[in-house]
């Protein structure tokens, strides 16, 4: 599209036009997890992060990573709400402020970081970019068979973890 | 057998037309999911009805037959009257929270809708992970509980949001575990695919009966169970209680919104029983539906028969069994139905391993659902018997009261 004084303003595709609706949902949900004065607000615009970055796997054609992340962050959300009502007092009484007095410098760091991730963005040769992508079953199974041959340390390890969390929490909610 | 999805052929219809090729697909997927979605809505009516009817018939009453034939348009009257109803805010409510969480729990089930194929070619999206994704979207209806729990300013509601979240985490392990036999078997977690290995071909006539439940009865069983902690009915309904309770964490809502959270309810008892058609009951499969032209309107009318029919089995349930204690449905979700689908898992990855025709391997996997369930029922009838034998000896009177106090120490933690 040619706006007067010549300047050129592109004209985004559908799919374009969609990503720009889901990507600005993430930020603006993202930011309002930070700043929101309602913890509970903040668990919820959380999720919503989430559903945007979800959206976003969907853009990559990775339905399988987006309804894992459903899957897994929100249940999870909905466990950590639980949690922090039941052991923070700031969430039952009253509302307190998300800011203290560092607020300045961390916001500076958190700007600074943003430019070194678009740098590196930038600088990074994606070898998929612009390419057709083949996305059904084969891509999870193939997903599946590098977590058990390839990765299949850091999956054991994973599963390690979970189980130990699992013990521990056996362990405490013991009836001695 | 080959079948086109409805998107295809009517967007290439489109496209005939002149259309260019985005403008056919999102229109066609418009009407497409418009059309869904109010299906979704109006058939709650015909659900509700079904329920009023099946319970009164079970209690020796009669039910609604005043408003309509048969007492049909009863649930429209209500919905006119929850309509009229005075839309109350509680007293410092969280608004945006109070406000989204019936939005929120509505969405999440009509979601679902999306996924379910109701005949060959007749799915709203033929998803590459709808497995995954109506174990996902559960998750929508718990945020959605908790929300309302929060934001009405209530504690006892608050409380029941914590019970919601409890119940439906716990029951959604057996539940995921569940459909991980089916994928594990079929090799694929697209619905479509599930449906299309269930067929059964006797010289070339697709006779449509080799559902996934016959060969594998015990992941079917622990499936419609959670599928009833899911759904929140009896006898896992403690979250709602109606009469007792008065409803749980939705207990500030009135008027439409309150008719929201009914709505939803319903409505997931109804996908709930389609996901278990889907995957373990044939889908759309039957006698003929491999047929040209009728075929696919023999597939709709067969898959309705089975949900309809899981969702009366659903009443049935809710109107002879009584309800089970908290700490009973914790114990059952995590002690019972866990290991033993774990046990079948495990048991049925080892048995497609072993180098054996398809054929039979059907069958030992059906040995061991039934070896499993054995087991298991075995267990759970010796701990019972030495239950009851401690219940017993802790009743020998000291005094009443006292006897009540030891005897709640023996129940089921």
């Known amino acids: 599209m040619q706006l007067p004084l010549g300047i050129e303003v592109p004209i985004p595709t559908f799919e374009q036009f969609v990503f720009i609706?889901?990507?600005?949902?993430?930020?603006?949900?993202?930011?309002?997890?930070v700043i929101s004065r309602n913890l509970f607000h903040s668990a919820l615009a959380l999720t919503l992060t989430f559903f945007g970055v979800a959206g976003v796997y969907v853009f990559l054609e990775a339905e399988f990573l987006a309804v894992s992340q459903v899957l897994v962050y929100v249940g999870a959300i909905a466990m950590l709400i639980a949690f922090a009502i039941m052991l923070t007092r700031s969430m039952m009484y009253g509302r307190t402020s998300p800011l203290n007095n560092q607020w300045g410098k961390s916001s500076l760091f958190a700007f600074l970081f943003f430019i070194g991730l678009l740098a590196f963005a930038r600088a990074t040769p994606w070898p998929a970019a612009g390419e057709e992508v083949v996305a059904d079953e084969a891509l999870i199974g193939a997903l599946g068979r590098e977590f058990v041959t390839t990765y299949v340390i850091a999956f054991e390890v994973l599963g390690l973890l979970l189980l130990l969390a699992l013990v521990g929490a056996v362990m405490l909610a013991r009836d001695r | 057998?080959?079948?086109?999805?409805?998107?295809?052929?009517?967007?290439?219809?489109?496209?005939?037309?002149?259309?260019p090729g985005w403008a056919a697909i999102t229109l066609v997927y418009a009407v497409g999911s418009f059309i869904l979605i109010n299906y979704g809505m109006l058939s709650v009516l015909l659900l509700i009805w079904i329920t009023r009817k099946a319970i009164s018939r079970i209690q020796d009453r009669i039910g609604p037959n005043r408003v309509g034939k048969y007492g049909l348009l009863q649930t429209a009257a209500d919905a006119a009257k929850l309509l009229s109803k005075e839309d109350i805010t509680p007293y410092e409510a969280d608004k945006i929270a109070y406000n989204l969480s019936p939005v929120l729990s509505v969405f999440g089930v009509l979601m679902l809708l999306a996924v379910i194929p109701f005949a060959p070619g007749l799915t709203g999206v033929d998803l590459n992970v709808a497995a995954l994704y109506?174990?996902?979207?559960?998750?929508?209806?718990?945020?959605?509980a908790l929300m309302a729990g929060w934001g009405s300013n209530n504690k006892y509601a608050l409380l029941a949001g914590f019970r919601v979240v409890a119940q439906l985490l716990s029951y959604e392990i057996p539940l995921v575990l569940a459909v991980l036999t089916v994928v594990l078997l079929t090799g694929s977690m697209r619905f479509g695919q599930i449906v299309e290995m269930q067929s059964l071909h006797l010289g070339g006539f697709n006779l449509g009966?080799?559902?996934l439940g016959v060969v594998m009865p015990g992941a079917l069983i622990v499936f419609f169970v959670s599928s009833l902690a899911e759904a929140e009915l009896t006898p896992f309904d403690l979250l709602e209680a109606e009469s007792e309770l008065i409803a749980g964490f939705h207990i500030e809502y009135s008027g439409m919104k309150f008719a929201m959270f009914f709505l939803?309810?319903?409505?997931?008892?109804?996908?709930?029983?389609?996901?278990?058609?889907?995957?373990?009951?044939?889908?759309?499969?039957?006698?003929?539906?491999g047929l040209p032209v009728i075929g696919p309107l023999l597939g709709l009318v067969y898959f309705m028969i089975k949900v309809y029919g899981v969702y009366v089995l659903q009443q049935w349930i809710r109107g002879t069994f009584p309800r089970i204690r908290i700490d009973q449905m914790m114990y059952f979700a995590w002690k019972v139905l866990?290991?033993?689908m774990i046990g079948l898992i495990v048991a049925q990855a080892i048995?497609?391993?072993?180098?054996?025709?398809?054929?039979?391997?059907?069958?030992?996997?059906?040995?061991?659902?039934?070896?499993?369930?054995?087991?298991?029922?075995?267990?759970?009838?010796?701990?019972?018997?030495?239950?009851?034998?401690?219940?017993?000896?802790?009743f020998e009177p000291t005094s009443l009261i006292g006897s009540m106090q030891v005897s709640e120490k023996g129940t089921m933690y």
């Open chain 2, 134 to 144: 109506i174990v996902a979207l559960g998750s929508i209806g718990i945020m959605a």
């Open chain 2, 351 to 394: 048995i497609q391993k072993l180098p054996t025709p398809v054929a039979v391997q059907y069958v030992l996997i059906f040995i061991a659902n039934v070896g499993v369930m054995a087991v298991v029922a075995y267990v759970l009838q010796k701990y019972f018997r030495e239950e009851q034998m401690r219940t017993k000896r802790s």
């Open chain 2, 264 to 289: 939803a309810q319903f409505l997931n008892a109804w996908i709930l029983a389609a996901v278990a058609v889907t995957l373990f009951l044939g889908g759309w499969q039957g006698p003929g539906v």
């Open chain 2, 338 to 340: 866990v290991p033993l």
């Open chain 2, 1 to 19: 057998m080959q079948v086109t999805q409805w998107s295809e052929a009517l967007s290439g219809w489109l496209m005939g037309l002149g259309l």
């Open chain 2, 209 to 211: 009966l080799g559902w």
């Open chain 1, 21 to 33: 609706q889901v990507a600005l949902l993430t930020a603006v949900a993202g930011l309002a997890v």
